[in-house]
């Protein structure tokens, strides 16, 4: 267990639906990331926060969004979902977000859009 | 912009057998270096870093890697590998872009151990 927590671990739903994802950072980290991996692309990051505030922007979907709520927990919403947007979805955090800090990933949730 | 490339998609080698996963990047600024491993199904564990300092990192699991800054590669070793080595390894690059650190993972290495 690495202290990052994400639920659900599995999703299966449909095209045009909308879903939450939702993960829990260890315990005294404050910075949450959010990453896409699939087979084509890779680790693509998504979006970063820090202490409930946005702190870094990647490859994210303007059909998707995130927040980051004062108890540090954070969702990540994926709205009018396609088949390709199929993949894992991880998240990480990390102490501060300083430029030497490794991240602790989560298990992942596998969303699969059929 | 900064970039990491993992040369090798594959690697196929014998138990006991030592393994080198191959990682080069590219950064303007300073950077910051990583290796991570994947189990199956599992999410992404710190095997090592690389801030500053001594070139040659020793990490969990018997595993070290050496910067090189000429050859800007951040090569991934193991001098005798075993079957629970079987994973994939992901090298990262850490950098200062845009204003903001941001990190850039590599497509990964497949180290298949053969019994």
């Known amino acids: 267990d690495s202290g990052v927590t994400q639920t659900p671990k599995h999703l299966i739903t449909a095209t045009g639906q909308r879903v939450t994802l939702r993960c829990s950072p260890r315990?005294?980290?404050?910075?949450v990331y959010w990453y896409q991996q699939s087979l084509d692309q890779g680790l693509q990051f998504l979006i970063q926060?820090?202490?409930?505030?946005?702190?870094a922007k990647g490859n994210i979907l303007e059909r998707f969004s995130a927040q980051q709520f004062p108890d540090l927990h954070s969702e990540l919403n994926l709205s009018s979902l396609e088949l390709g947007d199929s993949a894992l979805y991880f998240c990480?955090?990390?102490?501060?977000?300083?430029?030497?800090?490794?991240?602790?990933f989560g298990s992942g949730t596998r969303l699969t859009v059929v | 912009a900064q970039s990491v490339t993992q040369l090798d998609s594959q690697v196929p080698v014998f138990e006991e057998a030592p393994v080198e996963l191959r990682c080069n990047y590219s950064s303007s600024v300073s950077v910051y270096l990583f290796w991570y491993v994947q189990y199956p199904n599992q999410g992404l564990q710190l095997l090592l870093k690389y801030l500053s300092g001594s070139t040659l990192v020793k990490g969990i699991n018997g595993f070290e890697a050496e910067f090189n800054k000429s050859q800007t590669s951040f090569h991934l070793r193991k001098p005798s590998v075993h079957i629970s080595d079987t994973a994939e390894y992901f090298c990262a690059v850490r950098g200062n872009s845009g204003g903001y650190q941001k990190v850039t993972f590599g497509i990964g290495t497949k180290l298949q151990v053969i019994p």
């Open positions: 990480a955090s990390s102490v501060v977000g300083g430029p030497g800090d490794g991240y602790t």
């Open positions: 315990s005294g980290d404050l910075s």
């Open positions: 926060y820090y202490n409930g505030e946005e702190r």
